[in-house]
């Protein structure tokens, strides 16, 4: 499966970016997504997660109340939306995807996760 992430950039202190996962020629509703990050010199790190079905959905606690992961099914995707960004927030961003059985579960730990996107820059400045 391969994966594309979009939508990043550089924007400003408290501004906004919405990211992009999608996984053309494959029905992305069957595979619970997390969204991950990695900054320069330090480890990847978690930052969301959605279940196959979207109702369900856990947060970093980093972002809680900042970001919000979301499916669209109609456009086969799966969006990350970031306000009051940071300079923390830095990072390259992955999105994952895993083949889930459970349809409301989502998942944590990177070494869950069977597919992987090549990542997006965002870059926030201060």
């Given at each position: 499966v391969q994966l594309q992430a979009f939508g990043g950039g550089?924007?400003?202190?408290g501004g906004?970016?919405?990211?992009?996962c999608t996984a053309p020629g494959r029905t992305f509703s069957?595979?619970?997504?997390?969204?991950?990050?990695q900054a320069p010199g330090k480890e990847r790190e978690f930052?969301?997660?959605?279940?196959?079905?979207?109702t369900s959905t856990?947060?970093?606690d980093s972002v809680k109340g900042r970001f919000t992961v979301s499916r669209d099914y109609a456009k086969n995707t799966v969006s990350l939306q970031m306000n009051s960004l940071?300079?923390?927030d830095t990072a390259v961003y992955y999105c994952a995807a895993k083949t889930s059985r459970d349809a409301f579960r989502w998942y944590i730990?990177?070494?869950?996760?069977d597919y992987w996107g090549?990542?997006?820059q965002v870059t926030v400045s201060s």
């Amino acid at each position: 499966v391969q994966l594309q992430a979009f939508g990043g950039g550089l924007v400003q202190v408290g501004g906004f970016l919405r990211l992009s996962c999608t996984a053309p020629g494959r029905t992305f509703s069957n595979y619970a997504v997390g969204w991950f990050r990695q900054a320069p010199g330090k480890e990847r790190e978690f930052v969301a997660a959605v279940s196959r079905i979207g109702t369900s959905t856990y947060y970093a606690d980093s972002v809680k109340g900042r970001f919000t992961v979301s499916r669209d099914y109609a456009k086969n995707t799966v969006s990350l939306q970031m306000n009051s960004l940071k300079p923390e927030d830095t990072a390259v961003y992955y999105c994952a995807a895993k083949t889930s059985r459970d349809a409301f579960r989502w998942y944590i730990p990177a070494q869950e996760y069977d597919y992987w996107g090549q990542g997006t820059q965002v870059t926030v400045s201060s």
